[in-house]
């Protein structure tokens, strides 16, 4: 395990550059990544292979308990694709790279994500990033709850509309189909869900620099947190 001070976690809601900017950080400190969204994300994924629906708005006890199990035995992993070098997570040996990252599976990811024993279940496997040179953790209570005592902790934010933007923008660059006013509702629906869940909801942490990104690119953004960093812990040096 990697000194707690040698961690940097950033959260915030979905949409608002918290991948590209700890990609960004990482490579800038050559540190480890933990992509916890992804986690649920595979779990969402892995419990619809299982057969349970999770398009209804309310899951049923029964489909909360087979969910924890699969968190529980869940075989992921995840490895460094040297061409790309992204991180790339793993389902029984299965690439689930693409598959989860559809909106479809970020809604599955937000409704398996608020059941508190799911949470549970997942945090060890978590923590368990957290090994040396450092960390850069990218989720919703990475500094509220797995990694409460990092040092540097980062709330990354922006207008859900400048979010919804900026996703209907990169699906038009795929050359994917979009719907402006359905991918709002979708972001909506899913902070919502986020924010409202009884454990470890999305909020900054107390001690966090909060960075709205709705008027800044991403290379600003990075300036900003940097400039935060060199300021609050001199000892973190790029590579
Ligand atoms: O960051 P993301 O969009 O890949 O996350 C997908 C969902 O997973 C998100 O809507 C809520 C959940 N999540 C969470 O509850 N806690 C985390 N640390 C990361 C993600």
């Known amino acids: 395990m990697c000194n707690t001070t040698n961690i940097i976690t950033v959260d915030g ?22 992509d916890s969204g992804a986690l649920y994300r ?17 899951l049923s006890n029964e489909s909360g308990e087979k969910i924890t199990l699969t968190a529980r035995s869940l075989d992921v992993d995840f490895k460094v694709n040297q ?16 598959s989860i990252r559809t909106d479809d599976a970020g809604q599955a990811a937000s409704k398996v994500a608020a059941i508190p024993a799911v949470r549970d ?20 209570d990475m500094g509220t709850v797995v990694f ?10 922006a207008s859900a509309e400048c979010r919804a933007k900026r996703r209907y923008e990169q699906l038009i660059k795929q050359g994917v189909g ?5 991918l709002l509702l979708s972001i909506q629906a899913r902070d ?13 942490a107390a001690d966090a620099f909060i960075v709205d990104s709705s008027e800044l690119n991403i290379e600003q953004v ?18």
């Open 148 to 157: 409460k005592h990092a040092v540097i902790k980062i709330f990354l934010t």
């Open 13 to 34: 809601p979905s949409g608002a550059g918290k991948g590209t900017l700890t990609q960004l950080l990482a490579e800038y400190f050559d540190w480890n990544i933990l």
């Open 83 to 98: 061409q790309s070098k992204q991180v790339e997570p793993f389902l029984n040996g299965e690439n689930l790279a693409k």
């Open 192 to 204: 919502k869900r986020d924010q409202m869940r009884p454990v470890a909801p999305l909020v900054p």
């Open 121 to 140: 279940a997942l945090l060890a496997r978590q923590k368990d990033f957290a090994i040396a040179p450092g960390l850069i953790a990218d989720g919703r």
């Open 42 to 58: 595979i779990l969402g994924v892995a419990s619809q292979l299982e057969g349970i629906d999770l398009t209804v708005d309310e």
């Open 222 to 239: 990075f300036e900003q947190v940097l400039e935060y960093i060199r300021e609050k812990a001199p000892n973190f040096t790029s590579k």
């Open 178 to 182: 979009a719907n402006m006013r359905a």
